[in-house]
Each structure stands twice: as structure tokens, then as C-alpha cells.
């Protein structure tokens, strides 16, 4: 007799995978969850934050401005899982200038918690600016995904830019003609001011210039 379909399957499923490295086999082990969170980061957005987060060394730091109901959050954190890495949210959770006025923080707090990432997660509730003006911790990765007002990215950044390590990862989403605010600020200011600049769909991403990044100060 034959081998049942559903076992030839499932033989077939693990040749394959046995090809995958560990990281791309957790990235498509939890995606389905990440991906019930709403938002609008693209797949290839959503796996790009992964890698950058695992890229990291222990202990670093992560900051997100603007992390709605926790999409990019959780991508994020899957990337820090195990390794001491924290990621502070900062949001108002009101919607901000250019989204309909709710409250996203109950969502936000029952979707971190559902994917199991509470203890690597720290909300800020706050105007990124004013966060801004107090903080005091050195990051290893500043993801802009805010305001989509030019004023306000460019505020966004120069707040948090000057605590970015040297060779620190710096990624911005919305870098499309659609968001002209955040494509004005990317091309006139960022992208200069970043080394081994790249893009994936709208994420546009550099490095703060300097060494690798490899050392937590
Ligand atoms: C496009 S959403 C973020 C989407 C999120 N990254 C995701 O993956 O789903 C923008 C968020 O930025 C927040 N926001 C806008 N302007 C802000 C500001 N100046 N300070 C803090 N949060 C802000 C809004 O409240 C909103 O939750």
C-alpha cells in the first residue's frame, strides 16, 4: 500500500524546508500570527524589520515612532526573541495629524500580548517630539512609521538621530510618491545623512555612518 497522501505531504514540506535557515524557518512559523495584526506593512516590509531586529547585538535598543496597533511592533520583536533586545513604542495611539482620530491602544496591547512579545515591548505614550526632547538611551535601530507630514518626519528624525550608534540602522516607511512628505524628507535630507542605503517596497533604510553597529554602547 502507498503512503497516505496527507504523510507524502508532509515528507515533501520537510525536504524543503530543511533548506531554509533557522531564521527563515521561525519567520514562516510566525508570520500567519504577525500577519493577523492590521496595518500596512507589506510581507517583504514585515520580514525586512525581522532581519534588521536579528541583525542586532544583544542588548540592543530599538525605537519605533508610530506603532498603531502593534504590526511592525511584533515584527520587530519576533526578530528580538531570546536576546535581551528591547523595543520602545512610541505613539500617541490617538491616530496622529493624518489618521481618522481612535484610540489604537487597547488593540495594540491585547495584539502584544497575543503574540507573546510583553516582555520585550515598551509602549511610550506620547508626541514623538516631546519623547524626544527627554530621551537618553542609545539606539541600535530608530524605525520612522509616524506622522506622513514632511515637518513632522523631519522632526522625527532630528530628535532621535543624534542618539542612533554610529553604523546604528535607521529604516522609514512610506518612502513613495503616494506619501509625498515622507519621499521629500527622504530624498532632500535622510538619504544623505545615511551610509549603505537601500530600499524594500516603501521601506527606505541606511546605516548612521561610522562603524557596524556591532557594539552596544
Ligand atoms: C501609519 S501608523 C503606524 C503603523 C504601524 N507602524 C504598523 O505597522 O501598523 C502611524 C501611527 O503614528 C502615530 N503618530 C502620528 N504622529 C505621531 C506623533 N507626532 N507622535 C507620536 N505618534 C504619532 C499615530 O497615532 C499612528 O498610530
Known amino acids: 500500500m502507498g503512503t497516505p497522501l496527507t504523510a507524502r ?43 534588521a531586529a536579528r ?14 496597533k502593534g ?6 520583536a519576533a526578530g528580538c526573541r531570546g536576546n535581551g533586545k528591547r523595543i520602545f513604542a512610541v505613539d500617541t495611539f490617538d491616530g496622529g495629524s493624518d489618521l ?14 497575543r503574540c507573546g512579545f ?5 509602549p511610550v505614550i506620547g508626541l514623538s517630539t516631546e519623547v524626544a526632547k527627554t530621551w537618553n538611551k542609545p539606539i541600535h535601530l530608530l524605525f520612522i512609521d509616524g506622522s506622513h507630514f514632511y515637518e513632522e518626519v523631519l522632526g522625527d528624525f532630528n530628535g532621535f538621530f543624534p ?30 545623512q545615511l551610509t ?13 555612518p561610522g562603524s557596524n553597529g556591532e557594539s552596544v554602547q
Not at 524557518?25 to 525581522?50: M, Q
Not at 491602544?105 to 500580548?113: K, M
Not at 510583553?118 to 515598551?122: A, K, N
Open 118 to 122: 510583553s516582555s520585550c515591548i515598551e
Open 71 to 76: 504590526r511592525s511592533t511584533c515584527c520587530l
Open 196 to 208: 549603505a542605503i537601500g530600499h524594500c517596497e516603501s521601506l527606505g533604510y541606511g546605516r548612521k
Open 9 to 51: 505531504v508532509r515528507l515533501k514540506l520537510n525536504r524543503i524546508t530543511r533548506g531554509f535557515s533557522a531564521d527563515e524557518r521561525e519567520w514562516r512559523r510566525i508570520w500567519p500570527l504577525l500577519d493577523s495584526i492590521e496595518g500596512w506593512l507589506t510581507a517583504a516590509e514585515a520580514k525586512w524589520l525581522f532581519d
Open 100 to 113: 481618522p482620530r481612535a484610540n489604537s491602544f487597547p488593540d495594540f496591547s491585547e495584539n502584544v500580548e
Open 163 to 192: 542618539h542612533v550608534v554610529r553604523g546604528g540602522i535607521v529604516a522609514f516607511h512610506d518612502v513613495a510618491e503616494t506619501k509625498p512628505g515622507v519621499f521629500r524628507a527622504w530624498n532632500q535630507n535622510f538619504k544623505n
Open 55 to 68: 541583525s542586532l547585538p544583544t542588548g540592543a535598543i530599538i525605537v519605533e515612532i508610530g506603532s498603531f
